[in-house]
């Protein structure tokens, strides 16, 4: 990928370096990496730490989901360096990074993903693994233990923060799928297959409204606010595809009387 000097293009979220960078000697080993953060100064702080430090070269960053699958799709064309690694803030101003992994294994799937996170909650470290997230770093552990997690996790090891093992380890919660009627699974499995609810309420034989009913009931019982996340739940837990709340369940025409 060309160079455009030193600098940041904000529309493409690029990232180059110039000649008065201290990992411009080393630009050639340095592992290309995207930021994901929707904090500019910590961006900044994390870009010239890791940088220096931790062989990096950050090739692109992104405030949000919608940014980062721009700068995504723009690899797809092959319009720039691929990463071999991302660093992926969970909780972001339009999503949480979880919801940005099935992406990054598509367009990148060379490369090792990172969460770094304040916040270890149980159910959130358990749903970035499952996506397909290569370790967990906190962000108020010591630089240089941040570094070394970078390193290990280049090298092929799974970095965990103690405190998302603690989560790890914690007994897992009761299955909040149970409390899915069968018209909610029957929505959630059309979701989790990519239909939209005109599509869903067809192959139910339902109205669109009342699709949007269901779903809006099953991501409060599920503690989503997305379609993504609801799919990707559904995904993690194994209950999308054919033979999981199929569309044959309870026949046509039935929730359009409210069930």
């Given at each position: 990928?060309?160079?455009?000097?030193?600098?940041?293009?904000?529309?493409?979220?690029?990232?180059?370096?110039?000649?008065?960078?201290?990992?411009?000697?080393?630009?050639?080993?340095?592992?290309?990496?995207?930021?994901v953060?929707?904090?500019?100064?910590?961006?900044?702080?994390?870009?010239?730490?890791?940088?220096r430090?931790?062989g990096?070269?950050i090739?692109?960053?992104?405030?949000?989901?919608?940014?980062?699958?721009?700068?995504?799709?723009?690899?797809?064309?092959?319009?720039?360096?691929?990463?071999?690694?991302?660093?992926?803030?969970?909780?972001?101003?339009?999503?949480?990074?979880?919801?940005?992994?099935?992406?990054?294994?598509?367009?990148?799937?060379?490369?090792?993903?990172?969460?770094?996170?304040?916040?270890?909650?149980?159910?959130?470290?358990?749903?970035?693994?499952?996506?397909?997230?290569?370790?967990?770093?906190?962000?108020?552990?010591?630089?240089?233990?941040?570094?070394?997690?970078?390193?290990?996790?280049?090298?092929?090891?799974?970095?965990?923060?103690a405190?998302?093992?603690?989560?790890?380890?914690?007994?897992?919660?009761?299955d909040?799928?149970?409390?899915?009627?069968?018209?909610?699974?029957?929505?959630?499995?059309?979701?989790?297959?990519?239909?939209?609810?005109r599509?869903?309420?067809?192959?139910?034989?339902?109205?669109?409204?009342?699709?949007?009913?269901?779903?809006?009931?099953?991501?409060?019982?599920?503690?989503?606010?997305?379609?993504?996340?609801?799919?990707?739940?559904?995904?993690?837990?194994?209950?999308?595809?054919?033979?999981?709340?199929?569309?044959?369940?309870?026949?046509?025409?039935?929730?359009?009387?409210?069930?």
């Open positions: 990928m060309s160079r455009r000097g030193a600098g940041r293009n904000h529309e493409a979220g690029e990232h180059a370096h110039g000649a008065d960078d201290p990992g411009a000697d080393d630009a050639g080993t340095a592992v290309p990496t995207l930021l953060d929707d904090h500019p100064v910590v961006r900044a702080g994390l870009r010239a730490f890791l940088e430090h931790a990096l070269r090739v692109g960053e992104a405030d949000g989901l919608e940014q980062a699958r721009a700068w995504l799709r723009r690899g797809d064309r092959g319009e720039r360096e691929p990463p071999e690694l991302v660093i992926l803030d969970l909780k972001l101003h339009d999503g949480t990074g979880t919801e940005l992994i099935p992406d990054l294994r598509r367009s990148a799937p060379q490369a090792r993903i990172l969460i770094l996170s304040s916040f270890p909650e149980e159910d959130a470290v358990r749903a970035a693994m499952r996506a397909g997230a290569h370790g967990w770093l906190d962000k108020q552990q010591d630089p240089s233990a941040l570094a070394d997690a970078v390193r290990a996790a280049l090298r092929g090891e799974l970095p965990m923060a405190e998302a093992v603690r989560a790890l380890a914690a007994p897992p919660r009761s909040p799928f149970q409390e899915l009627t069968p018209r909610e699974r029957q929505v959630l499995n059309g979701i989790a297959n990519g239909l939209s609810n599509e869903i309420a067809q192959r139910l034989g339902v109205r669109e409204k009342t699709v949007k009913t269901h779903a809006g009931h099953l991501f409060a019982k599920l503690g989503v606010e997305r379609r993504t996340q609801a799919a990707l739940l559904a995904m993690e837990h194994g209950i999308a595809g054919p033979g999981e709340g199929s569309f044959g369940e309870g026949g046509p025409g039935e929730g359009d009387a409210g069930s």
